[in-house]
């Protein structure tokens, strides 16, 4: 990591952090928006899944982001048994003690709310609650203080052990469960340029052709520096990752300006001697020229690759000289090629990589598209690298399963 590690005014140790999500057949969002703007004001870290999600999806990403409660906004009916899904997948895996609440205005009842809490869950919030109620409540009810807890396992550890790093705390020492060698790579890139979705696309290849493999994310987003709330929403876009052999762990940045939390390197580690991933992908928050969130010109380097993700519209050439890591990056790709502007930047990008003389590949992906080819070149290329065993004909096999 480079020496350097800025910070800004500090957050609190242990803000709330509260996954929230749609249930599956149902796409009314635009309340649990409100509510995701509204909690991320008042210094929560939202992590927002979707709409139109299964339970399993729901209970995966709670552990896995080992949050203080589980959110449902639920509109097209199905609430009872939907919600008592939850609490009893969450259970099943060990991890009951996150609590489930939600709202879905009129069409949750009170009567429906009795059966509910019955059933286990923590409550309802009706139409006509004010929001500042609302919150108020959550601040009050669900903040805690981040404890190592012996009966975790699985996931659930690892989860808990990024939390109280995350937190400033010791983490506690896990058991090696698996035998992987972790191959890490830090994908940074500016505001949207599609690491994500690009990330998502990658983890579709790792799935398709490194069977039984397993692989990580660690998303790093960024936190307000006036509220010190966050939504964490690079989870949105991780299609692939409702799989079990993906982690995916979104982290707040809580006032560093590196472009990752000041915890990533510690995440890093705790993921690394697990032992259970194949490939671990770091991704940055959207970078500016002079970012180095992976240490690469300097200090520790905390990735054993770098990519650097851009789309078309950087501006122009000027701009491609001033970015920093264009001259250390080991991948560079350029998304976004459905772009009018991307034969240009192509040319452009090419040539600025051509002038370092460091033999930097530069791949054009789309990562909107499945199957683009680019992502299948990049994949790889990154796969050769860090050594996965991969099968071949993998796209092939995953473009047939899904014809
Ligand atoms: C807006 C809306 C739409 C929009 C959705 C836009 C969007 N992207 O979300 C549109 C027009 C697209 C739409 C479509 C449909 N809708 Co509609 N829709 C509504 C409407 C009018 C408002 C819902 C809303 O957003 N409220 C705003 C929120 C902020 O307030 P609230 O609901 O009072 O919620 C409070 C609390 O519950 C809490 N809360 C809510 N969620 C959560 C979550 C958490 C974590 C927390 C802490 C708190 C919380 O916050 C609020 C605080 O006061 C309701 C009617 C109604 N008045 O509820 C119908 C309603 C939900 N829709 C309905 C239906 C039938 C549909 C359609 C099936 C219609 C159709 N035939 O096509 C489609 C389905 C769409 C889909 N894909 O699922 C029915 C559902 C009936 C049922 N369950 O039996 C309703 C009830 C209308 C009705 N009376 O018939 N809909
Ligand atoms: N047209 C087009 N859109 C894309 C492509 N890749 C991603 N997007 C879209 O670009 C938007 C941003 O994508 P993300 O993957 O969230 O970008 P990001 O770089 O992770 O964004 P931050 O994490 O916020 O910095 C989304 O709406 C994507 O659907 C692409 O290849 N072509
Ligand atoms: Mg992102």
Redesign the pocket.
Known sequence: MAAAKPRRAAAPAAPLRIL?AVPI????????T??NIELARHGVEVIYLGYHQSATAIVRAAIQEDVNVV???S???GHIVFFKEVVDQLKAAGSGDIPV????????TLADERVMKRQGTDRI???????DD?MNL?KREYARDPKPNAKFKGDRAIARALTMVESGLKAPALKRTGKAKSFVVGVAGPGGAGKSTLIDELTSRFLQRVPGGRIAILANDPSHPDTHGAILGDRVSAIYAQDDRVFFRSLATRGSLTGLSAAAPAAIDILKKSGEFDLILVESVGVGQESDPFGIFGGKKLVDATLFVLAPYYGGRIQLQKIALLNGADFVALNKCDHPMAHTAKAEIQARLDYNGKGQNLYPTTAAKHFDPGVDALFAALGERGGLKMSTGGEAACQMKLA
């Open positions: 929230t057949c149902d796409g009314h969002d635009s309340a649990v409100t509510i959110g449902l906004s509109y097209n009916g609440f939600g709202g879905g205005g009129g069409t949750i919030f009706f139409a006509g609650t004010p929001l609302i959550i």
